[in-house]
Nanobody, 126 residues
Framework: QLQLVESGGGLVQPGGSLRLSCAAS????????IGWFRQAPGKEREGVSCIGRSGGGTKYADSVKGRFTISRDNAKNTVYLRMNSLKPEDTAVYYCAAPRHGSSWLMLHPAMYDYWGQGTQVTVSS
């Protein structure tokens, strides 16, 4: 059974850093584009970043460019999201997701993804 599990969230002060992990089981992550999304209370789920299968390209939302870095470790079947210079507006539940047939064409739209993790809470507050 294909499963994604996020971890690494928590409470951090503005300007701080976190690294989120997305671990896969039941499938080989290398064959899939992987996206990170977030959803704040009362807001729609929005795309944050995605990485192409076999390391083929990355994409970032304008709001996180220069602060967030997505990467993958295929040996560990894991994708990471390094978040630096965190702001209170980054507070949300963060999800990773994969498309059913492997490719999302690096689009940061939730409709392009079929498999979702349970999410990890990130809170940026002093």
């Amino acid at each position: 059974q294909l499963q994604l599990v996020e971890s690494g969230g928590g409470l951090v002060q503005p300007g701080g850093s976190l690294r989120l992990s997305c671990a896969a089981s039941g499938f080989t992550l290398d064959y899939y584009d992987i996206g990170w999304f977030r959803q704040a209370p009362g807001k729609e789920r929005e795309g944050v970043s995605c990485i192409g299968r076999s390391g083929g390209g990355t994409k970032y939302a304008d709001s996180v460019k220069g602060r967030f870095t997505i990467s993958r470790d295929n040996a560990k079947n894991t994708v990471y999201l390094r978040m630096n210079s965190l702001k209170p507006e980054d507070t949300a539940v963060y999800y990773c997701a994969a498309p059913r047939h492997g490719s999302s064409w690096l689009m940061l739209h939730p409709a392009m993804y079929d498999y979702w993790g349970q999410g990890t809470q990130v809170t940026v507050s002093s």
